[in-house]
């Protein structure tokens, strides 16, 4: 983490001279150069600097007097809302108010309800009036370069329309979630929202916007039973969202110095709670989630899994009942809920392959980023498909299947037995005319669902490093200096899975 003074926020565009906008396209189509290329673009730095000046702000403040600290629940009357705050909360009332007119398709369904897909059609409909006519006319009426022919609403709408669940596939997840964090950040590169105090408007962003926006969303869940995008079953954090897990922990985190263009970086804490916050554990007993959901957006979260899912925590809960088990605070939760964001969404090729690049969040790299380290889930991404015939189609999976299984044979203790020549001339045999081994036999097989899983660590270390003069730089934040041997050094990390206790 950096040293340095200063409290970093995303860019503004100048407004005095025309800007050159482009439409949003594609620019991810293959996991093993364009995911480690993203990490060095423009577009990467500026997402991680808007979401840390966003986590940063949710932290609880020292008061002046040393008394009571300034702490910042849900539905608190010390979160300021300024008038952009405001009309992006009518906007997301009246996409609920949407729901109401297009109900689910009676008929049961597994695969999500279609009735979706005509909620989707009419909020794309209605889109550019709605924009009109709750976005602020500086942001929409920004000064563009007419040779482009693309206006600053076209990036926008984009960015929106994406943050709304795939009405082909009927789902939504954390790469939709993405989408929305920047819909909200081109705002505020366009200078949509107010200058304020360091910390003010970005708080009124998370409480007044991406709060409701998540009750939206849940909403839309529920009512079309839309499924998981790129879920990763009982493995993932959680099957729909992230960002409530990351400014929900900096609630309860430990009070912090007033936010100011002094603040420094190692002024973060790395461990504790704030006092009379509930225990990280308390996320495994209902009684205290249901208390805690109404303020914080942590228990929130937590809270819509025990509305729609059934039985024990710990069982369709794993890696947030390992979460629970950390015993050093809400700080340490926090830090890694931002390393594991990095991990598990940012670093993810089924998550981000569908995010669009303009000029708002733009596919240049970054002349400051260093070449991209090669780690364990740069070389495991999807690749482009040789051909789209079915030969080709049959020679990458064939290859897919030998490196799976070369990984295997790395990974596990397997004995390899060798292989006998039985008919080197290559003559009419019968298939149990064979003195094979059947047990060597059965290592060559590709990995069958009979492998054990093997879990690996998360690497302690991004692809990117601090840049001079700078504090809170993404790409510092989501490092371990102290880590060593791959292992996460104290103060990071996760602890092992905890089996629970049998009942008696």
């Not at 939504?172 to 200058?195: D, P, R």
């Not at 995010?355 to 070449?371: I, M, Q, T, V």
């Amino acid at each position: 983490m950096s040293s340095q003074s200063g409290y970093r926020t995303l860019h503004k565009l100048d407004p005095l001279g025309p800007h050159t906008f482009s439409t949003p396209s594609k620019c991810i189509n293959d996991g093993e150069q364009d995911v480690p290329f993203f990490h060095t673009s423009m577009a990467y730095i500026d997402i991680t600097t808007f979401l840390l000046q966003l986590n940063i702000s949710m932290f609880p403040q020292k008061s002046p007097d040393n008394s009571t600290p300034i702490t910042f629940p849900l539905n608190s009357s010390s979160v300021s809302l300024s008038p952009t705050v405001r009309n992006l909360q009518s906007l997301l009332s009246n996409l609920a108010s949407i729901i109401d007119e297009i109900p689910p398709d009676p008929g049961p369904r597994r695969f999500g309800n279609i009735s979706f897909r005509r909620w989707h059609d009419k909020v794309a409909e209605r889109s550019p009036a709605l924009l009109n006519e709750y976005l602020p006319s500086a942001v929409l009426d920004f000064p563009a370069d007419p040779s482009s022919g693309v206006l600053a609403r076209d990036e926008l709408q984009r960015y929106f329309l994406g943050s709304l669940g795939s009405p082909q596939r009927l789902d939504y997840g954390t790469g939709h979630e993405l989408s929305f964090l920047a819909f909200l950040g081109g705002i505020w590169k366009l200078g949509g929202f107010e200058n304020a105090e360091p910390g003010v408007e970005q708080r009124g962003i998370v409480i007044g916007v991406i709060e409701p926006y998540l009750r939206l969303i849940r909403r839309l869940i529920v009512a079309y039973t839309l499924e998981p995008a790129g879920s990763h079953g009982v493995w993932g954090l959680d099957d729909h969202f992230f960002l409530p897990y990351i400014f929900g922990s900096a609630q309860l985190a430990p009070p912090i110095p007033q936010l100011s263009s002094d603040f420094k970086a190692e002024q973060l804490p790395q461990e504790g709670s704030l006092p009379g916050a509930p225990a990280v554990s308390d996320v495994t007993k209902q009684e205290a989630v249901q208390r805690e959901r109404e303020k914080n957006m942590y228990f929130s979260a937590i809270g819509f899994i025990y509305d729609v899912k059934k039985g024990p925590f710990w069982e369709h809960s794993p890696i947030l009942y390992d979460v629970s088990g950390i015993t050093t605070g809400w700080a340490k939760v926090n830090k890694g809920m931002l390393k594991m964001y990095n991990v598990e969404v940012l670093s993810k090729f089924p998550v981000v392959q569908h995010f669009p690049f303009g000029s708002l969040f733009r596919w240049e790299r970054d002349p400051n980023a260093p070449e991209p380290a090669s780690s364990v889930h740069n070389t495991s991404q999807p690749t482009r498909t040789p051909a789209t015939t079915a030969l080709g189609t049959q020679l990458h999976q064939a290859h897919a299947r030998m490196e799976s299984a070369a990984r295997i044979q790395q990974e596990l203790p397997i004995q390899r037995m060798a292989v006998p020549d039985v008919n080197p001339m290559g003559g009419t045999q019968a298939p149990w005319a064979t003195t094979i081994n059947p047990y060597a036999q059965m290592a060559q097989q590709p990995p069958m669902a009979s492998v054990p899983y093997i879990r690996q660590e998360y690497p302690t270390q991004a692809p990117r490093t601090a840049q001079q003069g700078t504090t809170l730089d993404a790409r510092v934040l989501w490092t371990n200096s102290n880590s060593s041997k791959g292992k996460p050094a104290d103060g990071g990390g996760m602890p092992p899975t905890r089996a629970p206790l049998p009942e008696r």
